[in-house]
């Protein structure tokens, strides 16, 4: 993408995630749209959809938006940490196999980041790096990485789960 086609995208992406708008389509440096579309039925689901060389669109990410609450709302995932108090928003990657949770502006991010740490310990997963504003979990051929982001205004937890290439070539064969 050029300089432009990424502010763009992301001017673009902050009207949607802060729900100014329902419908976003923007540009990449190659020309193809992506489009950003909220559920109307249900504003807290969205999703994107990139075109292809062949002009049709396919879902590259679906998520949803979970206002704070002080415990798991009934649609949050049961396999994924939660922190009270935060909005969450899960992403799931289809080709990629992937997924993304944003905890944003927990009330005390540090407390947050180490009680997500405990989640993942108690659930099996295995801290293979554990030092500083960065955490990676392994367990079997997947791994999640945990990462405080803090910048201007706003402290965000990301949470990442990504197959490991032999586990994902083995998917893609069968």
């Given at each position: 993408?050029?300089?432009?086609?990424?502010?763009l995208?992301r001017?673009?992406?902050?009207?949607f995630?802060?729900?100014?708008?329902?419908?976003?389509?923007?540009?990449?440096?190659r020309?193809?749209r992506?489009?950003m579309?909220?559920?109307?039925e249900?504003?807290?689901f969205?999703?994107?959809?990139t075109?292809t060389?062949?002009?049709?669109?396919?879902?590259?990410m679906?998520?949803?938006?979970?206002?704070p609450e002080?415990r798991?709302?009934?649609?949050?995932?049961r396999?994924?940490?939660?922190?009270p108090?935060?909005?969450?928003?899960?992403m799931?990657?289809?080709?990629?196999?992937?997924?993304?949770?944003?905890?944003e502006?927990?009330?005390?991010p540090?407390?947050?980041?180490?009680?997500v740490?405990?989640?993942?310990e108690d659930?099996g997963?295995?801290?293979v790096q554990?030092?500083?504003?960065?955490?990676?979990?392994?367990?079997?051929?997947?791994?999640?990485?945990?990462?405080?982001?803090?910048?201007?205004?706003?402290?965000?937890?990301v949470l990442?789960?990504?197959?490991?290439?032999?586990?994902?070539?083995?998917?893609?064969?069968a």
């Amino acid at each position: 993408m050029t300089q432009d086609s990424r502010t763009l995208a992301r001017e673009a992406i902050r009207r949607f995630e802060s729900g100014t708008t329902d419908f976003e389509e923007f540009f990449d440096a190659r020309g193809a749209r992506t489009l950003m579309i909220r559920d109307q039925e249900d504003p807290r689901f969205f999703r994107m959809e990139t075109e292809t060389k062949s002009h049709d669109f396919v879902v590259t990410m679906t998520g949803m938006k979970l206002d704070p609450e002080g415990r798991p709302p009934r649609d949050y995932p049961r396999e994924v940490p939660f922190v009270p108090l935060a909005t969450a928003v899960v992403m799931l990657m289809p080709f990629s196999r992937s997924t993304m949770v944003r905890w944003e502006n927990p009330p005390d991010p540090a407390a947050a980041f180490a009680d997500v740490r405990e989640q993942l310990e108690d659930t099996g997963w295995v801290g293979v790096q554990t030092d500083g504003p960065k955490a990676v979990y392994q367990k079997g051929n997947v791994t999640r990485t945990l990462v405080i982001f803090s910048g201007g205004e706003r402290t965000d937890l990301v949470l990442t789960e990504e197959l490991s290439e032999g586990e994902d070539e083995a998917a893609q064969g069968a």
